[in-house]
């Protein structure tokens, strides 16, 4: 079964310092691996994906997601962090059918302050 | 890029009532949506997948009956909470899916959420 987890419910750093936002997964055969970040109240915003190929993968936003195959892991990285890009962060798996099922994890809340 | 439009955006309800919740993609036709369910400060969990023309196909533990969906067309998915209850009080959010087979061409869109709630 395909799962992904994200160790830290929240992350806090501050204004200008890199962030990382860790995530991890589980998949038989080949992993598709996807960031989202969620405002309140609101729905999910893409922000990068990886099928396949480099395995540093840039987003929108400034966000960018390393894929570690030996370590199972897409940690989201920023060289530095603005404010405004505090918000809930979403790692989530293609689910096998390719259909566009999504598996997500339980979230991490980045708090950026000033 | 894509959109998904999700109305309401909020909701709220007397106990006892039904609601119905619409998904539409406005500029793509959406070969699969999904309804996924989000507690405060908790994960998207799937509710159900819903192909165009046939019934929707349920997660473990949903009830069918309760939470019903139609998706009469490729632009266009309801989910309606039938007899709603405090405890169906959440967000409520679609997603639909463009492409083709296989994740390369294959991404999900989602629409803004709606808040239910139960009182």
């Known amino acids: 079964a395909q799962s992904v987890a994200q160790p830290e419910d929240q992350v806090n750093v501050a204004e200008g310092n890199p962030l990382t936002v860790k995530c991890t997964y589980s998949?038989?055969?080949?992993?598709?691996l996807f960031w989202y970040v969620q405002y309140p109240n609101r729905g999910l915003q893409f922000l990068l994906k990886?099928?396949?190929?480099?395995?540093l993968v840039k987003g929108s936003y400034g966000f960018e997601a390393e894929f570690n195959k030996s370590q199972t892991s897409f940690h989201l990285k920023k060289p530095s962090a603005l404010v405004s890009d505090s918000a809930l962060y979403f790692c989530?798996?293609?689910?096998?059918?390719?259909?566009?099922?999504?598996?997500f994890g339980q979230g991490t809340t980045l708090q950026v302050k000033p | 890029g894509a959109v998904v439009s999700q109305h309401p955006s909020w909701v709220i309800c007397k106990s006892g009532t039904s609601v119905k919740i619409e998904c539409r993609s406005l500029?793509?036709?959406?070969?699969?949506m999904f309804w996924y369910r989000q507690f405060p400060k908790q994960s998207l969990m799937l509710m159900a997948t819903?192909?165009?023309?046939?019934?929707?196909?349920?997660e473990q533990g949903v009830e069918k009956d309760k939470f019903l969906i139609n998706h009469a067309s490729l632009t266009l998915s309801t989910l309606t909470v039938t007899s709603a209850h405090p405890e169906d009080s959440s967000f409520y959010i679609c997603?639909?899916?463009?492409?083709?087979?296989?994740?390369?061409?294959?991404?999900?869109?989602f629409g803004q959420g709606t808040r239910l709630t139960v009182v």
């Open positions: 500029d793509f036709q959406a070969t699969t």
């Open positions: 819903s192909n165009e023309g046939s019934k929707a196909t349920y």
């Open positions: 998949v038989s055969g080949n992993p598709y």
């Open positions: 990886y099928i396949t190929g480099d395995n």
């Open positions: 997603s639909a899916s463009r492409g083709g087979r296989g994740w390369t061409n294959t991404e999900a869109f």
């Open positions: 989530a798996v293609g689910g096998s059918s390719n259909t566009g099922k999504l598996i």
